[in-house]
């Protein structure tokens, strides 16, 4: 006989699981005892449950095998459910395991039960409490294998007399994958074709569901003679060498993405469910394929909706479509791309700020001469091995990776692009780091999502994960300030009382340095990345860098210019 606690963990360690993350306690208390029995797995605690999902929801993403941690009764299943709802939207494959009270006191408000079953109904495709042994390894089986149909989460609940309860030792655990390629409606491909042939010029926008097809991408780019504007998620294996592509649309974007937009007489979405329909073209038509018929038509309307997998998809295009001679299009969206690249590269130069247009730029929004932010990640980009996985919290992080940093050679990157959390790029760059402790792995975090979770540095120090942390610390909520002054406010409640960052780091036991001039910058960040484990570089950046999204209308410089007015009677009212 073995145990149900036994047979999950045995289960999960055959299926390549080989990190479960969580805060030990009470009804969990004969899994976490079976994996620290199990060979093949090794348990890391975290200081909060948040931080244990989305360590194993960036681990999923990763490596496609499923992630794992754990929460136990109530307030420790609770906990999991931001990083659980993180990975849901980024549809990653975990599995969390959370406690219940003994299953004799299940619906009789026992200290510290919750309805796990009905709390995680939105965010789980499959959720069940076990009630007896015999239900498993049935229930097993049916989690581990929804989280990978969806991909998504599954909640399996143990009640505190559950896990230790015995089961046949012989009992096997079967999980099957089976890889599926949807082939795209033949009739929908001669549909867009026709449209594509017809329309002069060509716009794609790609996302993450085509980055396996990247060849075939690239020569359907070169036969529309079309610029490709790549979602965030799609600089992985798409940024890299290909001449067609022009960065990002959105409020991390450029103004070469709009341009290619708004001139296009048609726009091919392939791969991707962009979620901001604000940003895309206004009665263009569009043909759009996605292997998932829910997200047809779901963020602007199309002409032809195409469901199937990318690469089939593409690859039937080609098959059928004729090329485009002129590339007007496409040579003045690249044009404009590089020249807008040359204006922020400058902004990376140590003595930009010193310069006739720095002097003039300065006095507006960089009037104490602090760090630029775009220095910063230039740095790190130029610095960072060309295997690092990258990792970024929500907000102006993003904004400065996305803009400085490339996924060149088999750099990954995580970040919450879906449910945009804050705090998410410490924890999962734990998980990433745990998979592989001799591989880079650069964490961009704000303050403000750093100091969210920041006992999670004494995670990263008691299991040995080497993260580097770079922080940029402009004492605000970014992104935050960026949307009041934008919608003509004030900046308000965006301020961040922050301690020495590294000084608090260095405090916990990890190495640590403070970067407060730009002359020094650059010897911090060759430091840091060579550092042996850890490393913590509090970097303090221009707080009134201004990142204006590429489409801003005159209602919002307008905005900007009144935000100013009012963040200015308010400061000399507050001397005064």
């Given at each position: 006989?073995t145990?149900?606690?036994?047979?999950?963990v045995t289960a999960?360690?055959?299926?390549?699981?080989?990190?479960?993350?969580?805060?030990?306690g009470?009804?969990?208390?004969?899994v976490?005892?079976?994996i620290?029995?199990?060979?093949?797995?090794?348990?890391?605690g975290?200081?909060?449950?948040?931080?244990?999902?989305?360590?194993a929801?960036a681990?999923?993403?990763?490596?496609?095998?499923?992630g794992?941690?754990?929460?136990?009764?109530?307030p420790?299943?609770?906990?999991?459910?931001n990083?659980?709802?993180d990975?849901?939207k980024s549809?990653a494959p975990?599995?969390?395991?959370?406690?219940?009270?003994?299953?004799?006191?299940?619906?009789?408000?026992y200290?510290q039960e919750?309805?796990?079953?009905?709390?995680?109904?939105?965010?789980?495709?499959?959720?069940h409490?076990?009630?007896?042994?015999?239900q498993?390894?049935?229930?097993?089986e049916?989690?581990?294998q929804?989280?990978?149909?969806?991909p998504?989460?599954?909640?399996?609940?143990?009640?505190?007399?559950?896990?230790?309860?015995a089961?046949?030792?012989?009992?096997?655990v079967?999980?099957?994958r089976?890889p599926?390629?949807?082939?795209?409606?033949?009739?929908?491909?001669?549909?867009?074709?026709?449209?594509?042939?017809d329309?002069k010029?060509?716009?794609m926008?790609?996302?993450?569901g085509?980055r396996?097809?990247r060849?075939a991408?690239?020569?359907?780019?070169?036969?529309?003679a079309?610029?490709m504007?790549?979602?965030?998620?799609?600089?992985e294996g798409?940024?890299?060498?290909?001449?067609?592509?022009?960065?990002?649309s959105?409020?991390?974007?450029?103004?070469?993405?709009?341009?290619a937009?708004?001139?296009a007489?048609?726009?091919?979405?392939?791969?991707?469910?962009?979620?901001y329909?604000e940003?895309?073209?206004?009665?263009t038509?569009t043909?759009?394929?996605?292997?998932?018929?829910?997200?047809?038509?779901?963020?602007?309307?199309?002409?032809?909706?195409?469901?199937g997998?990318?690469?089939?998809?593409?690859?039937?295009?080609?098959?059928?479509?004729?090329?485009k001679?002129?590339?007007?299009?496409?040579?003045?969206?690249?044009?404009?791309?590089?020249?807008?690249?040359?204006?922020?590269?400058?902004?990376?130069?140590?003595?930009f700020?010193?310069?006739?247009?720095?002097?003039?730029?300065?006095?507006?929004?960089?009037s104490?001469a602090?760090?630029r932010?775009e220095?910063l990640?230039?740095?790190?980009?130029?610095?960072?091995?060309?295997?690092?996985?990258f990792?970024?919290?929500?907000?102006?992080?993003?904004?400065?990776l996305?803009r400085?940093?490339?996924?060149?050679?088999?750099?990954?990157?995580i970040?919450?692009f879906?449910?945009?959390?804050?705090?998410?790029?410490?924890p999962?760059?734990?998980?990433?780091?745990?998979?592989?402790?001799?591989?880079?792995?650069?964490?961009?975090?704000?303050?403000?999502?750093?100091t969210?979770l920041?006992g999670?540095?004494?995670?990263?120090?008691?299991?040995?994960?080497p993260v580097?942390?770079?922080?940029?610390?402009?004492?605000?909520?970014?992104?935050?300030?960026?949307?009041q002054?934008?919608?003509g406010?004030?900046?308000?409640?965006?301020?961040?009382?922050?301690?020495?960052?590294?000084?608090?780091?260095?405090?916990?036991g990890?190495q640590?340095?403070?970067?407060?001039?730009?002359?020094?910058?650059?010897?911090?960040?060759i430091?840091?990345?060579?550092?042996?484990?850890?490393?913590?570089?509090?970097?303090?950046?221009?707080p009134?860098?201004i990142?204006?999204p590429?489409?801003?209308?005159?209602?919002?410089?307008?905005g900007?210019?009144?935000?100013?007015?009012k963040?200015g009677?308010?400061?000399?009212?507050a001397k005064?």
């Amino acid at each position: 006989m073995t145990t149900v606690a036994e047979q999950i963990v045995t289960a999960l360690a055959d299926l390549g699981v080989r990190t479960v993350w969580g805060v030990v306690g009470d009804a969990l208390n004969p899994v976490t005892d079976a994996i620290r029995r199990q060979e093949r797995i090794e348990w890391i605690g975290t200081r909060h449950e948040e931080a244990a999902a989305f360590a194993a929801s960036a681990q999923a993403q990763l490596t496609g095998t499923i992630g794992v941690c754990m929460g136990t009764v109530g307030p420790g299943a609770l906990h999991l459910l931001n990083g659980l709802y993180d990975a849901k939207k980024s549809h990653a494959p975990v599995l969390a395991i959370c406690g219940q009270v003994p299953s004799a006191e299940l619906g009789a408000d026992y200290f510290q039960e919750v309805d796990n079953d009905a709390v995680f109904r939105d965010v789980a495709a499959f959720r069940h409490t076990v009630t007896a042994a015999s239900q498993m390894p049935r229930v097993l089986e049916q989690a581990v294998q929804i989280a990978y149909a969806k991909p998504g989460v599954s909640v399996l609940t143990l009640p505190g007399d559950i896990g230790s309860a015995a089961v046949a030792k012989d009992s096997v655990v079967h999980i099957t994958r089976v890889p599926a390629h949807l082939t795209p409606d033949d009739g929908e491909i001669t549909r867009a074709v026709r449209l594509l042939d017809d329309a002069k010029t060509v716009t794609m926008l790609v996302g993450a569901g085509a980055r396996d097809c990247r060849e075939a991408l690239l020569e359907l780019a070169d036969r529309l003679a079309a610029p490709m504007v790549l979602t965030l998620k799609a600089k992985e294996g798409l940024e890299d060498g290909n001449v067609f592509q022009i960065g990002q649309s959105g409020l991390i974007g450029n103004p070469a993405t709009r341009e290619a937009f708004e001139t296009a007489d048609a726009l091919l979405m392939i791969g991707t469910d962009f979620p901001y329909p604000e940003w895309l073209p206004d009665k263009t038509p569009t043909v759009q394929i996605d292997v998932h018929a829910d997200h047809i038509g779901r963020r602007t309307p199309v002409d032809v909706g195409i469901v199937g997998d990318a690469g089939l998809s593409v690859t039937a295009l080609l098959k059928r479509l004729r090329g485009k001679q002129d590339r007007t299009h496409l040579e003045r969206a690249r044009s404009d791309y590089e020249d807008w690249q040359n204006r922020q590269h400058r902004l990376t130069e140590p003595d930009f700020d010193h310069g006739l247009v720095g002097k003039v730029r300065s006095r507006l929004d960089n009037s104490e001469a602090k760090i630029r932010p775009e220095a910063l990640a230039t740095l790190v980009d130029t610095h960072a091995a060309d295997d690092t996985v990258f990792t970024t919290d929500t907000g102006m992080s993003t904004v400065w990776l996305a803009r400085c940093v490339t996924m060149r050679g088999t750099r990954r990157l995580i970040g919450s692009f879906n449910l945009g959390s804050m705090a998410n790029a410490l924890p999962q760059a734990l998980g990433a780091a745990a998979l592989d402790r001799g591989r880079p792995v650069v964490a961009f975090c704000g303050d403000g999502g750093l100091t969210m979770l920041l006992g999670e540095l004494l995670t990263a120090l008691a299991h040995g994960l080497p993260v580097k942390l770079v922080v940029f610390d402009n004492g605000r909520l970014g992104m935050v300030k960026l949307e009041q002054e934008q919608g003509g406010l004030p900046e308000f409640g965006t301020g961040l009382a922050n301690p020495d960052l590294a000084a608090v780091a260095a405090a916990m036991g990890m190495q640590a340095a403070r970067v407060t001039e730009p002359e020094h910058l650059e010897a911090a960040v060759i430091t840091a990345l060579a550092a042996p484990g850890p490393y913590l570089l509090d970097v303090v950046t221009n707080p009134e860098e201004i990142a204006l999204p590429p489409k801003t209308g005159v209602d919002q410089a307008w905005g900007f210019a009144i935000a100013k007015l009012k963040e200015g009677i308010v400061s000399r009212g507050a001397k005064s």
